[in-house]
């Protein structure tokens, strides 16, 4: 008796497309080498697409104009390449690389993304009466998608990329940083706020006013960089009282809900998402313990939030198998960037080992001391959920509160090692971005060598660092807003001996001053100017759009 052979993933119908929609999400790319990947989301209400269609258009205020109209507009690709069929399910994230030689060269231009969907009910009745051909109406398809409102199509668009993303700028680089998105109840949702922010509630404010002013203002425009730092879902929203308990509802849906929200309406003028992982994307305030046996135990989230979050990353990567790891380093325009994972890499923190207990991995932490050795001119910008400096005023006058600090104070071997990494390299004006403290402003602080009388000494060399924290884009309750008097400024304190090393081994004793800590609070987002010689700084607030103050850098 022979054996049945097992079925593969059965074939998709031989249907023809008969509409064109833009994707669910906002199309992410990443430059790899002469081709562009390229990330969107399916629309699940409409089944599964047949076919992809890359429009050449020119961006307009009001419309997307199709570049040689007297040829076929559509470059197709057919799903089987993304070896799809019967492995996932409406909703899932599409990949695809295309050369970028089908973009043309000509300012404003770009490739607007559509999927091609089939009308099986529709196809099934007109079957026998259908007067015109399936190539006329896959064309009069694509023409009617162009006939959208610009805001159906702004999210699809993929402008030309420049020929070097690395490179500096004569202009310099603008960037966002936002954190802390409290997610919309059942009454927040409100319509038209992608077109006009003051119709925006309390929940997605924040996020309109970003929309409106990276599309109408000209420092808005030049912003080419959002930075996210940590919790753009919240997964214990309730605190415990009705959260999800299993993991799509609670990870899963969070990411697709923020991705086809109001942020997949930013412009294509910002070009890049990054994004670093923090607590309320697992549980609130998380960290691994140690269980009776002395393993480290992460508890039940910590697996599935790891694998949400990586499958909804928002630069094209292989999305195949288990999370690798969140932190990673890139150079854009002119800026050298390092994205920290403070999260997921914690060691637990008994009171035994309260003073040595690592906010990074030991892997992380070589990356991050290689990427402070580098010897140049180029400005370089941290990022982490947690925050730097100030210090909390309970760590100042109790060592053992840090037990109670989810920022870098919490972790005092990590953050006095960091402080001393960046004297010991020499590392000028790194710009540390934090935002899980629910409150904006900045701060300076200075390291060097330790006078004896709580000072610096001036003989010595000493560097200076720029500590930046995002408040919250939305949070609700006062609560979970960081009082301004929590913080200590200013502030002196001794660095630690690196490593346990007894002290004046590792050389001279160091000390950190924090001069001064300029508040703003509120929900919106910072925005930065990183220019030749100096950082210009500004907050939005719901009364008014960003007023910068500018940081003249040292030399080096």
Not at 85 to 114: F, I, K, M, N, Y
Not at 232 to 260: M, P
Not at 270 to 288: F, K, M, S, Y
Request: hydrophobic share 40%; aromatic share 8%; with cysteine.
């Amino acid at each position: 008796m022979s054996q049945r052979k097992r079925s593969t993933a059965p074939a998709l119908p031989p249907v023809e497309p008969r509409c064109a929609w833009p994707p669910l999400h906002r199309v992410e790319r990443r430059q790899e080498g002469d081709e562009l990947a390229l990330l969107t989301a399916l629309r699940p209400e409409l089944g599964w697409p047949r076919q992809w269609a890359w429009l050449p258009v020119r961006e307009t205020p009001t419309a997307y104009e199709p570049l040689q109209p007297g040829r076929p507009l559509r470059e197709q690709v057919r799903l089987r390449e993304f070896e799809l069929a019967g492995q996932s399910h409406p909703g899932d994230a599409l990949r695809c690389r295309l050369p970028l030689a089908e973009v043309p060269a000509q300012p404003g231009t770009g490739l607007l993304c559509l999927l091609l969907y089939a009308d099986l009910r529709g196809q099934w009745i007109a079957s026998a009466r259908r007067s015109s051909s399936a190539e006329d109406e896959l064309e009069a398809a694509l023409q009617a998608a162009l006939a959208m409102d610009p805001l159906e199509l702004r999210h699809a668009f993929v402008p030309r990329p420049e020929p070097d993303e690395t490179a500096p700028r004569e202009e310099g680089l603008s960037l966002i940083l936002a954190a802390c998105q409290y997610p919309p109840g059942l009454l927040d949702a409100r319509q038209g706020a992608e077109s006009d922010p003051r119709r925006a509630g309390p929940v997605d404010a924040s996020l309109a006013r970003m929309v409106d002013f990276t599309r109408h203002t000209p420092e808005g425009r030049a912003c080419s960089l959002l930075l996210i730092a940590g919790d753009e879902i919240y997964a214990d929203a309730s605190g415990g009282l009705a959260d999800a308990h299993n993991s799509v509802e609670r990870y899963t849906r969070a990411y697709q809900h923020f991705k086809a929200g109001l942020i997949r309406h930013l412009p294509p003028t910002l070009q890049r998402i990054v994004h670093a992982p923090d607590d309320h994307e697992i549980e609130d305030n998380w960290g691994p313990v140690l269980s009776d046996k002395g393993d480290v135990d992460g508890g039940p989230w910590i697996a599935p939030a790891c694998a949400a979050a990586w499958a909804a990353r928002w630069e094209p990567g292989e999305r195949e198998g288990l999370h690798q790891r969140f932190w990673h380093r890139f150079d854009w325009r002119g800026v050298r960037f390092f994205i920290a994972d403070a999260r997921t890499e914690r060691q637990p923190r008994p009171l035994s080992r309260l003073l040595a207990a690592r906010i990074l991995g030991d892997e992380q932490w070589q990356a991050l001391q290689a990427w402070l050795a580098q010897q140049d001119d180029r400005p370089r910008v941290l990022l982490s959920g947690s925050l730097l400096l100030p210090r909390r005023r309970s760590v100042a006058e109790y060592p053992g509160a840090a037990a109670a600090s989810d920022a870098w104070d919490g972790f005092p071997a990590s953050q006095h090692d960091l402080l001393r990494a960046l004297w010991a390299h020499g590392a000028q004006d790194v710009v540390f971005l934090s935002g899980d403290e629910h409150r904006s402003g900045y701060a300076t602080a200075w390291v060097g060598v330790d006078d004896g009388q709580g000072g610096l000494r001036e003989d010595q060399p000493r560097v200076r660092l720029l500590s930046v924290h995002s408040s919250a884009l939305h949070a609700p309750w006062p609560f979970s807003v960081t009082e301004a008097e929590a913080f200590q400024v200013p502030d002196s304190f001794a660095l630690m001996p690196q490593g346990g090393a007894p002290a004046g081994q590792d050389g001279p004793p160091l000390r950190c001053l924090v001069t001064d800590w300029a508040d703003h609070p509120g929900d919106g987002f910072a925005v930065l100017r990183l220019r030749a010689g100096r950082v210009e700084l500004g907050f939005d607030r719901a009364q008014g759009g960003p007023c910068f103050v500018s940081w003249q850098t040292l030399p080096g």
